[in-house]
């Protein structure tokens, strides 16, 4: 597989040169300047394009292209910002980038509680606490009928949360879930927005009378809207599985396993349809095999995000040694490399560690957290790609 690595474009700390340096082959970005829902030009993607090559390195993934939250609930202006998506996409394919991962998560892209959960060793990672996120939904959000998507005993820790929690930590929960995992993904809610919270709310509000078979049926129309310029460019469109693959929020989630990936892959069944397989996110539903799944989707499967979790009997999850947890990469990468070895990867989610933490770095986006994850899966495909010379017939 193709090493990649997300880099959010000219205004990284993290460079492309230290990037050359290593190890990395080819790069995943976007054109993170450009407004939801506006148009992606040829010119500016030939722009940054041209840069990255400049470098030594390629364009290998759009990570992400998104889709604007009027596509997801069907709002009277969906037409046209799908035929905006559309152009974009011709335009990314005559500039030659032809991955492009994208999701249909409903509001919010990615949910943690905790970017900094410490480590006994000193790093940190990202961490989600069912309790405080229940809290937050309970007594900053309040959100109406919340309290019936929890059990009394989960009722019973919030309510006890409820009597010592600080007003700094409620701050910092709201950051957290709706600011900083967001503002820097899918521009939602950014960084100095006044009353994130009513924000937030209000975005919900769109979703109201909207269930899992409504959301299912926008993401159907969506892709049968834009294959046709798939075809045409030869552009793999990716979904990515929502983060993590729970029901959330009261809102609906439609790519959370193995029944909601089937259906996708056969509800606009066209080879350019497909999934981008991050192993992490998937490894925090109980409800999923992970390298079974591979198996079974690596034919529709076009980029992979290596990273794995641990998850603990009361619900909350924590990113994983990428040796480690539920996502068993090693066993993925012998799945890849021996159906599909030309995909590109990216390691995701590192830890943060030997000062990440005075860099400003996006979360979960480290630079030595994620060059220790790199070394670590080129390792395991190292010795995959060993095994499968010595035994090429052995079974996965």
Known sequence: MEKTWRWFGKKDRITLAMLRQIGVEGIVTALHDVPNGAIWTYEAIMELKSYIEAAGLRWSVVESLPVSEAIKYAGPERDQLIEN?????????????????????PVIDWIRTDLQHPWADGTSSLYFDKIRFAYFDLHILQRQGAEQDYSAEELAQVAELARHITEAER????????????????????????????????????????????LRE??????????????????????????????????????????????????????HNGLTFCAGSLSAGMQNDVPALAR???????????????????????????????????????IFERQRPDLPMRVDHGRTMLGDEQCGYNAGYSFHGRMLALAQVEGMMAVVRDELATSPDRNI
């Open 296 to 334: 079974r989707f690596a034919s529709r499967t076009h980029f992979v995000h290596l990273r794995s979790t641990h998850v603990l009997p009361n619900g909350d999850f924590i990113e994983a040694s990428h040796l480690e947890g539920r996502a068993h990469l090693i066993e993925l990468i012998r």
């Open 171 to 214: 701050e910092e929960l709201i950051d957290t879930i709706i600011v900083k995992t967001q503002g820097f993904v899918n521009g939602n809610i950014r960084e100095g927005d006044h009353d994130p919270v009513g924000i937030f709310r209000q975005l919900l509000a769109r979703y109201d009378g909207i269930d899992r078979h409504a």
């Open 85 to 105: 998506y559309k152009v974009s996409l011709a335009n990314l394919g005559r500039a030659g980038v032809k991955t492009v991962c994208y999701n249909f998560m």
């Open 218 to 271: 926008n993401l159907r129309y969506f892709l049968a809207a834009v294959m046709p310029v798939c075809d045409e460019w030869d552009i793999n469109l990716c979904i990515h599985p929502d983060d993590p693959p729970l029901q959330m929020l009261g809102l609906p989630r439609i790519v959370t396993g193995e029944e909601d990936i089937d259906w996708l892959l056969r509800a606009v069944d066209n080879p």
